[in-house]
């Protein structure tokens, strides 16, 4: 079986990627726990009564919460804005050896023996290259390849390399 189609990579599908891993990540737990501290501190200043440090630990607690977001949002903005890669859909060539990605005169391949996870669920599939790097092919742009992907990537990789919803 081979699959062919191309998908661009759009600025919401970067962010939802950035965002998982974030929050998968250090980063992401940290915060959450941090804010979670905050959250903890400001009801126990409020049983003491101290409304100034709830007040403040509110609003560090907010901040705290929405600094990883807003600052996934500029970046992902800025990577759009200056990565020529996201400009032009890839073109994808999909067989039982390779995956196949070119654009213009770029080519690369990844053998499915080097594919380090796919994850696939109701939004998009991911193909991960290693830990943080991977194509991202939403559900939408690729339409009727999205099972026929499912079923190659099952029927070729271990099944632990395989998380599919």
């Known amino acids: ?10 600025e919401k599908d970067l962010y939802s990627f950035n965002i998982e891993q974030a929050y998968k ?3 992401g737990v940290i915060s959450l ?6 959250a903890a501190a400001a009801v126990l200043s409020a049983q ?3 409304t100034e440090y709830v007040v403040l630990y509110i609003i560090v607690g907010i901040l705290v919460l929405l600094y990883v977001p807003f600052s996934l949002k500029g970046r992902v903005k800025m990577i759009m804005k200056t990565n020529e890669v996201f400009s032009k859909p890839l073109h994808f060539e999909i067989d039982e050896k390779n995956i196949k990605v070119s654009q213009g005169e770029e080519m690369a ?10 994850v696939a669920n109701d939004k998009r599939i991911l193909i ?5 790097n991977a194509y991202i092919l939403s559900k939408e742009q690729l339409g009727d390849s999205y099972e026929p992907l499912k079923e190659l990537a099952g029927s070729t990789l271990e099944k632990y390399r395989l998380k599919i919803k």
């Not at 079986?1 to 759009?10: A, G, N, P, R, S």
């Not at 991960?128 to 943080?132: I, W």
């Open 1 to 10: 079986m081979k699959l062919e189609f191309d998908v661009k990579v759009t």
């Open 25 to 27: 990540g250090s980063q």
């Open 33 to 38: 726990l941090f804010a979670v501290l905050l």
């Open 48 to 50: 003491k009564g101290n």
């Open 109 to 118: 391949q990844l053998p499915w023996e080097q594919v380090y996870r796919f």
């Open 128 to 132: 991960f290259s290693n830990r943080k």
